[in-house]
């Protein structure tokens, strides 16, 4: 059996007492607490054992063991009245050790670990109170009248809103396991913030946006939007399964094309010219839908990976590197040009050569014309 207790109050009755007997309070407390059996809240009648000790774990134990029979749990919930007698609390920290037996169960189960007992238990009736105890008030004091503020050094309740600042520790915040610790307005999560570019946030492990439950995802925002470093320097805007990729819309994407970005630097000759322009004309063109999209959105156009050249590929050879991609279309685009060039000035050698072809043609033309009339003035003598 998997019993779980859960500590909701534990506080002392004071019972109020007539103004003339002055006399303080018992030594018995109200302790109230939440039992799950299993995950599940428990409904049933428990039998309980209540024992006191100075230490967490091991210690002494501080009087006599208090047995609760019979205690009715409804949805989890229990209340009992305790009593280890006026010597118990004498300023020193308490924990509390629970046994709990409930129908059905084959004996007391111990829960772990034993509970500090805040200092409400110790809260005792003073004589000089007795004005007090006898005192009704009910919104005698509004909220107005109560001074919250007084050091701005911490946070103020104004109108039912906190307004100030909170002074953290250098240390930072412990949530949990983790620290938020803040250094010159950065901010870090689970480790120390770092300033790249002026104000950051610095978080160890993913960061989750939106309401997304993303698988793998460094990032996630919105409903089904993942991004996930790849690894290799590659970063992939997809659905939260991997199945397909999300589109990305913009007005522009820059890449960083400074050469203070690159190395290994080298101009592509005219004869890489020629054979990027073999590969774009060997490169098939496609239409297709992608799996997600309807049949009735219109078709895209391009390349296929698998059917690409390498040089335009991504590492893991599934998608196409379009910086590459409009590089190989450029070099094919300049070798055109380069050709273009070339042809033009064939062309222009050619009519250079027509146009003298043509003059030596007129020129014949009109020898011919001479001849054939001194030819036909001979022969009319």
């Known amino acids: 059996m998997k019993t779980l207790l859960r500590c909701i109050l534990v506080g002392a009755v004071l019972t109020l007492i007539p103004l003339s007997s002055q006399a303080a309070v018992g030594t018995a407390f109200t302790y109230q607490g939440e039992l799950k059996k299993s995950g599940g809240l428990q409904n049933s009648t428990c039998d309980f054992q209540f024992s006191l000790y100075d230490a967490l774990t091991g210690g002494t134990q501080i009087g006599s063991t208090q047995s ?25 920290p308490r924990w509390m050790e629970i046994s709990v037996q409930c129908a059905g169960d084959g004996g007391y189960t111990t829960l772990a670990p034993r509970l500090p007992l805040l200092p409400t238990p110790y809260s005792v009736y003073s004589s000089n109170a007795a004005v007090a105890g006898d005192l009704q008030c009910t919104a005698c004091v509004s909220l107005s009248e109560v001074d919250f503020s007084p050091d ?13 600042s909170l002074a953290l520790p250098a240390s930072g915040l412990a949530v949990g396991s983790n620290q938020i610790t803040t250094t010159g307005g950065n901010v870090g999560i689970g480790r120390a913030p770092t300033s ?38 590659t970063l992939s805007v997809r659905n939260f399964a991997g199945t397909a990729y999300a589109g990305v819309k913009a007005l522009s994407f820059n890449t960083a094309s400074s050469a203070s970005f690159k190395k290994d630097i080298d101009r592509v000759s005219p004869d890489d010219l020629a054979g990027l322009r073999a590969t774009v004309d ?9 799996l997600n999209e309807p049949e009735a959105q219109t078709p895209h156009l391009g390349v296929i990976a698998e059917r690409s050249p390498k040089q335009i590929l991504s590492p893991d050879g599934k ?36 146009k003298k072809l043509s003059d030596q043609n007129t020129a014949l033309a009109r020898r011919i014309d ?12």
């Open 319 to 354: 998608s196409v590197n379009l910086y590459d991609y409009v590089g190989l279309a450029l070099g094919a685009t300049k070798e055109l040009s380069s050709e273009e060039v070339a042809l033009q000035a064939k062309v222009r050698e050619l009519e250079t050569r027509n």
């Open 370 to 381: 001479r001849l054939e009339r001194l030819e036909e003035g001979r022969g009319g003598r």
């Open 282 to 290: 060997h490169l098939p063109l496609y239409r297709f839908h992608y």
């Open 68 to 92: 609760v029979p019979g205690v009715t749990v409804t949805n989890g919930l229990f209340t009992v009245v305790l009593d280890f007698g006026a010597g118990a609390f004498s300023g020193s």
């Open 152 to 164: 701005t050094r911490y946070l103020q309740l104004t109108g039912g809103t906190l307004t100030g």
């Open 196 to 233: 790249l570019w002026g104000t950051t946030l610095s978080v160890d492990g993913a960061v989750r946006a939106g309401m997304g439950n993303g698988n793998n995802c460094d990032l996630t925002l919105g409903d089904d939007i993942c991004f996930y470093d790849e690894q290799n320097g």
